[in-house]
C-alpha cells in the first residue's frame, strides 16, 4: 500500500487509497478513476463549471473510515488530504432515488417517442438509482409548455426540461451570448429566451452549446443531433475557418445525420459555431457537380473523366510546347488538405516545370507570412490559442473573432469578461467594443502610424525589456531613433484616435506580465499590410512578449487551411516548408526529391498570373476551390483576365462564378468525403477523416490531381495521406515527425521533431532566424485614397458575417441563408442623415471600378466617412468596387480601403425590415 507520507494527496473511495491532484472535486477524482457515470449527474457536465443543483451526484463524505458522515454535492466539494468518501451508502442510494421521483413528477413518461431514447441521461440516471415507479402526484409545472420550432436550427420542448440550468450555464460560460435564463420561482421555474420570447426572436447565435449540454430533448435542434438513430460517428475537423474545431459526425446510411463538438477536443472542448454544427448540409445538395463538364460552343456537356483528363493533357502539353512551362499556372485551395496542396504544387512544379502556383493566402494571410518571416524567421502563430488562460491582457488587431473565429472569439469573450484587460485597434465596433479597456477606433489604412505611435509611448514610459533586446533581438536602435523623431501631432491626426488613449493602450500592453496579441485581415489586407505585421512584432519584443506562455502574436487565419497550404509550397517564391526555390542548393534538394528538373525562377503571384492572362502571357490555368471571380477584388478585371486565358480548367464542388469562365470543370469532393491533414491558426495539425463516401462521379481533390500527374508522365502513388506524409516529411523540416497514425485525436503542433515531440510554443530560446529583427517603416497614405479623394471621399472596408463564409458557396446552400440572405452596408448616422438615408433603404455603392446595389444599415458601428460590408453574395458581386491596391511585399489586395461613394436608390424597400436586420447586427 501507498504510504501516506510519500503521499499527501491520497484519498479513500469506499475505504480504497487514490491519489488526487490539486483542484479536484470529489466527481472529477471518481470520474478519473471509476469512469464517468461512476456517480450518476444531471446538472453536470464536462464542459460546464460544477454548480451542485440536482443534488443527484450526492454522496457521503467522513474524516476517517469509521467517523461521523455527512452528505456532500460531489461536483463542487473539493477533496482535502485523508477524506473518506462513501458513494453508494444505502442512504445515498434512496436519496438519490427520491430525486429522481421528483423529477419525474414533472416531466412527460413518453420515453418510447421522445428523440432522445436511449440516449436521454434522465432516463440512464433513473434507471441506475432503480427508480421503477414514482410515489408522487403528477406535477403541472412543465407538462403544457408548448414547442418552439421558429428556428431554422435550434428547437425546444420545455415540456421535457428538468430545471438544471445546463443550457443557461452552456449559453453563459460557454459562448458568452446570455440568450437563455431561468424565470421565475418555486415551482414556476422555467427556461427562457431573451425577454421571454423565441429562439428565432432571440439573440441566439445558432451555435448549439445549449442543445448539447441539455441531459433531455428540452433544447435540441432540427436534426435531432442526440438522437441514437445514427450510432456511427466519425471524428473529424471543420472545413470553415482557421480555429481546425473538431467534429464529431453521426452517419446513417452514408448520409451525414447530426455533428456534435468533442468533450475531449483541445481546440474547441465541446463547442462549435452555427456552420461547423448545422451547416453541412450543403455536401449532398442537388447543385453538387456530379460529373466532368466540357465548354462545346459556349455550352457545357457532360463527360467522362477519362474525357476530361485527355482533353488537359493534351491542352496542357500543347501549351508547354508552344509557349514554355511558364505560361501554365496552378492556383489551389486552403480548403483542400496539406496532401492536396502538396500534391499540386508538386504537379506544377515537376510536372509542368514553373513556379507559377499560388492559393487564396495571396489575398488573406501572404503579409503575415512574410512580415513574421523577416522578424522572426517563422511566419506562423507563436502560441497554442489555449494560452489565453495564461495570459495578463489581450490585444485584437484588425480581427474580428467572435464572428470570423467563432470559438476562439468566446474563449476570448471569456476571459475578458472575467477581468483579462482588453485593447480593441478596429475602425469598428466590433461585438467585443463593449467588454473592451481601450478601443482605438482608427481610420482604415492607418495602421503603421498608429503601431509608430504605440511604439513612441512604450519607448516614453521606460517599458521596454532591454534585456531581452540586447540578448536575443538587433537593429533596435535604429529604430527607436526613428520612433523618437516621430511627430505625434500628425500620427494623432492620421490616425483620427486620441495621443491619450492611445498612450494609456500602450502602457497596458507593455505593463501587462504576460500580453497576448492576435491580429486578421484588417491588418494584412492593406498596402501596408506586411510592414504593419512587422510593427506588430516589434512591440511584441520590445515587451518580451515572446517565447512564453500567454503571449506572442498570433494571426487569426481565414480559412480552414491557409496555414496548411502555405506550409506545402502553394507558394510561387517558396517551395513545401518555405524554403527558397531560387537557392542552387534548395533547387537541388527539391529536384533530388521531385525526380525531375525544376525552374529556380520565382513564378506568379495570383495578381500576376491575372496581369499576365490579360497580357496574353499566361495561356492555361487549373482553379481548385477557389472563386475568384467572387472573391478576388475588382472583378472586371479578374473576369477579363479569365476571359483572356486560352484553357481553364475549375476544380470545384459547386457551378461558381469562375466556374462559368472554364473550358473543363472537374467534380471534386468536399471535406466530408475525403482523408487528408489541415493545420489550424495554432500550427496543430490535425486529421481530417472521411465521414461519407464521395457522391456519385465525384473525386477527392487529391486523386484528381495525382490522375493527372499520372497521365501527364510523371509516376505518382494514388492519393493517401499517411503515404503522403511520410513523402512530405522527407521535405518539410517542421513535418520530420509527422505520421498519419501518430497525429491521435488531437493532433500535433509544428515542428514535431523525429521523435513525434510538438511544439506548443515557438522561439522560447532562440528566433529562427538566430535574432529577431526590428523594422521601422513610416507611414503612407493609400494610394487608393490619395488618386480618389474628390469623386470617392468615403472609405469602404469589408469583413465577413458569423452566419457565412468567403463567398458563401457553401453556407448559402444550407438554413444559414434562411439568418442572413444577403449583404448589406453599414453607414454613419451622419452620412445617412446628409444623403436622406434610413436603414432599409436601396443604396448604391460606387467606385471607379464598378458599382452594386445594397440595402441600407444606419448604425454608430462606423465612423462617420467610413463605410462597411460584406461580400457573401454573388447576387450583389460587392467585389466588383474593392480596390485592387496591394501590399507592396506580398500583392495581397487592399480589401479593407477602397475609395467609394454612395447615393440612395429609389425603392419600395420595406423601412420596418431593414430596421430590424440592423437591430440584429447591432445585437450580434
Known amino acids: 500500500m501507498i504510504k501516506s507520507v510519500e503521499n499527501p494527496f491520497l484519498v479513500y473511495v469506499d475505504d480504497r487509497p487514490h491519489e488526487f491532484e490539486k483542484g479536484d472535486t470529489i466527481l472529477s477524482l471518481i470520474d478519473r478513476h471509476y469512469g464517468r457515470g461512476f456517480v450518476p449527474t444531471l446538472c453536470d457536465a464536462p464542459q460546464l463549471e460544477p454548480y451542485g443543483a440536482c443534488r443527484v451526484c450526492s454522496l457521503e463524505i467522513a474524516q476517517s473510515a469509521e467517523g461521523p458522515r455527512r452528505v456532500v454535492a460531489s461536483c463542487h466539494t473539493p477533496i482535502t488530504a485523508g477524506m473518506h468518501i462513501f458513494p453508494e451508502s444505502k442512504n445515498i442510494q434512496k436519496l438519490r432515488r427520491n430525486i429522481i421521483e421528483l423529477v419525474l413528477t414533472d416531466h412527460p413518461l413518453d420515453c418510447l417517442t421522445c428523440e432522445v431514447n436511449g440516449n436521454c441521461e434522465l432516463q440512464t440516471v433513473a434507471a441506475k438509482v432503480g427508480v421503477r415507479d414514482v410515489r408522487y402526484p403528477e406535477g403541472k409545472n412543465h407538462l403544457d409548455r408548448a414547442k418552439d420550432l421558429s428556428h431554422p436550427y435550434m428547437t425546444s420542448d420545455l415540456s421535457k426540461c428538468i430545471n438544471c440550468d445546463r443550457c443557461v450555464r452552456a449559453c453563459d460560460e460557454i459562448q458568452g451570448q446570455f440568450v437563455l435564463s431561468m424565470h421565475g420561482r418555486g415551482f414556476d421555474s422555467r427556461i427562457i429566451k431573451g425577454l421571454d420570447s423565441s429562439f428565432e426572436d432571440s439573440n441566439c447565435v445558432s451555435c448549439g452549446a445549449c442543445a448539447q449540454a441539455c441531459p433531455t430533448s428540452a433544447i435540441s435542434d432540427v436534426f435531432q443531433s442526440k438522437s441514437v438513430e445514427a450510432s456511427a460517428k466519425t471524428r473529424t475537423v471543420c472545413t470553415y475557418c482557421g480555429v481546425g474545431c473538431n467534429l464529431d459526425v453521426a452517419v446513417k446510411n452514408n448520409e451525414v445525420h447530426s455533428i456534435q463538438a468533442p468533450i475531449d477536443a483541445e481546440v474547441n472542448h465541446a463547442h462549435t459555431c452555427l456552420k461547423g454544427r448545422y451547416a453541412f448540409k450543403f455536401y449532398n445538395h442537388p447543385d453538387r457537380l ?174 521596454v525589456k532591454e534585456d531581452f533586446i540586447k540578448e536575443r533581438c538587433e537593429d ?120 525531375a528538373t525544376l525552374s529556380n525562377k520565382i513564378g506568379y503571384k495570383i495578381p500576376q498570373m491575372f496581369e499576365a492572362a490579360i497580357d496574353k502571357d499566361l495561356k492555361a490555368l487549373w482553379i481548385i476551390g477557389e472563386d475568384v471571380v467572387q472573391t478576388d477584388p475588382n472583378s472586371s478585371e479578374v473576369k477579363k483576365a479569365m476571359e483572356s486565358l486560352e484553357f481553364l480548367v475549375v476544380q470545384e464542388i459547386f457551378m461558381t462564378e469562375t466556374a462559368h469562365y472554364a473550358d473543363v470543370i472537374l467534380p471534386a469532393t468536399s471535406f466530408l468525403e475525403k482523408d487528408g491533414t489541415f493545420t489550424n491558426a495554432e500550427r496543430r495539425v490535425q486529421r481530417v477523416n472521411r465521414v461519407v463516401e464521395p457522391l456519385e462521379g465525384t473525386k477527392p481533390d487529391g486523386q484528381i490531381v495525382v490522375d493527372v500527374m499520372n497521365r501527364m508522365g510523371y509516376e505518382q502513388k494514388g492519393y493517401s495521406p499517411d503515404i503522403l506524409l511520410n513523402e512530405i516529411s522527407q521535405i518539410v523540416p517542421f513535418f520530420k515527425g509527422i505520421r498519419w497514425d501518430e497525429l491521435g485525436k488531437n493532433g500535433k503542433q509544428w515542428p514535431v521533431a523525429e521523435d513525434g515531440t510538438d511544439t506548443k510554443i515557438i522561439h522560447q530560446d532562440t528566433f529562427k532566424r538566430g535574432k529577431g529583427k526590428f523594422h521601422y517603416f513610416d507611414w503612407i497614405e493609400s494610394k487608393e485614397i490619395e488618386n480618389n479623394r474628390e469623386k470617392f471621399p468615403f472609405i469602404l472596408t469589408t469583413g465577413r458575417v458569423l452566419e457565412h463564409y468567403n463567398c458563401g458557396t457553401m453556407t448559402r446552400r444550407t438554413s444559414n441563408k434562411d439568418i442572413v440572405s444577403e449583404d448589406f452596408l453599414v453607414i454613419n448616422p451622419k452620412d445617412a442623415d446628409k444623403k436622406g438615408i434610413v436603414s432599409g433603404d436601396k443604396v448604391r455603392l460606387l467606385s471607379d471600378r464598378g458599382e452594386v446595389e445594397l440595402d441600407a444599415i444606419v448604425s454608430t458601428e462606423v465612423k462617420s466617412g467610413i463605410l462597411y460590408t460584406t461580400f457573401h453574395f454573388p447576387e450583389h458581386m460587392v467585389n466588383q468596387v474593392t480596390s485592387d491596391e496591394k501590399d507592396e511585399e506580398s500583392m495581397c489586395p487592399e480589401y479593407k480601403v477602397s475609395a467609394v461613394n454612395f447615393e440612395k436608390v429609389e425603392t419600395s424597400a420595406s423601412i420596418e425590415k431593414g430596421i430590424e436586420k440592423a437591430v440584429s447586427v447591432n445585437n450580434r
Not at 527607436?480 to 488613449?501: F, P, Y
Not at 496579441?517 to 484588417?522: D, V
Not at 500567454?550 to 524554403?579: C, E, I, K
Request: a positive charge.
Open 290 to 463: 456530379r460529373s466532368p463538364l466540357v465548354k462545346r460552343e459556349g455550352k457545357f456537356v457532360k463527360v467522362s473523366w477519362d474525357e476530361a483528363y485527355d482533353i488537359m493533357v493534351k491542352r496542357f502539353k500543347e501549351i508547354r510546347a508552344r509557349s514554355g512551362s511558364d505560361a501554365i499556372a496552378g492556383i489551389s485551395s486552403a480548403r483542400c488538405t496539406n496532401e492536396e496542396n502538396y500534391l499540386m504544387q508538386k504537379f506544377i512544379r515537376a510536372v509542368i516545370g514553373t513556379n507559377n502556383i499560388d492559393c487564396c493566402a495571396r489575398v488573406c494571410h501572404a503579409p503575415t507570412a512574410w512580415g513574421m518571416q523577416q522578424s522572426f524567421g517563422t511566419g506562423a502563430a507563436t502560441n497554442s490559442t489555449n494560452d489565453l488562460e495564461k495570459t495578463d491582457l489581450i490585444l485584437l488587431i484588425g480581427v474580428n473573432p467572435t464572428q470570423g473565429h467563432p470559438v476562439t472569439g468566446a474563449k476570448i469573450k471569456q476571459k475578458v469578461m472575467k477581468g483579462t484587460p482588453l485593447i480593441v485597434i478596429d475602425p469598428r465596433k466590433i461585438e467585443l467594443v463593449p467588454y473592451a479597456d481601450y478601443h482605438l477606433q482608427l481610420r482604415p489604412g492607418t495602421n503603421i502610424a498608429m503601431f509608430n505611435m504605440i511604439a513612441y509611448f512604450i519607448i516614453e514610459a521606460g517599458l
Open 476 to 595: 533596435f536602435e535604429n529604430f527607436k531613433e526613428n520612433i523618437k523623431n516621430l511627430d505625434i501631432d500628425e500620427m494623432e491626426r492620421i490616425t483620427g484616435v486620441d495621443r491619450s488613449l492611445v498612450k494609456d493602450a500602450a502602457i497596458a500592453y507593455a505593463s501587462a506580465p504576460r500580453a497576448m496579441s492576435f491580429h486578421g485581415l484588417g491588418v494584412t489586407e492593406h498596402s501596408q499590410g506586411s510592414k504593419t505585421v512587422m510593427l506588430i512584432s516589434n512591440i511584441a519584443m520590445m515587451t518580451g512578449n515572446i517565447g512564453r506562455e500567454g503571449v506572442g502574436v498570433n494571426p487569426l487565419r481565414g480559412q480552414n487551411n491557409v496555414q496548411g497550404a502555405a506550409d506545402m509550397g502553394v507558394q510561387p517564391h517558396q517551395g513545401a516548408g518555405y524554403l527558397n526555390v531560387t537557392l542552387p542548393e534548395i533547387h537541388k534538394q527539391y529536384e533530388k526529391a521531385y525526380g
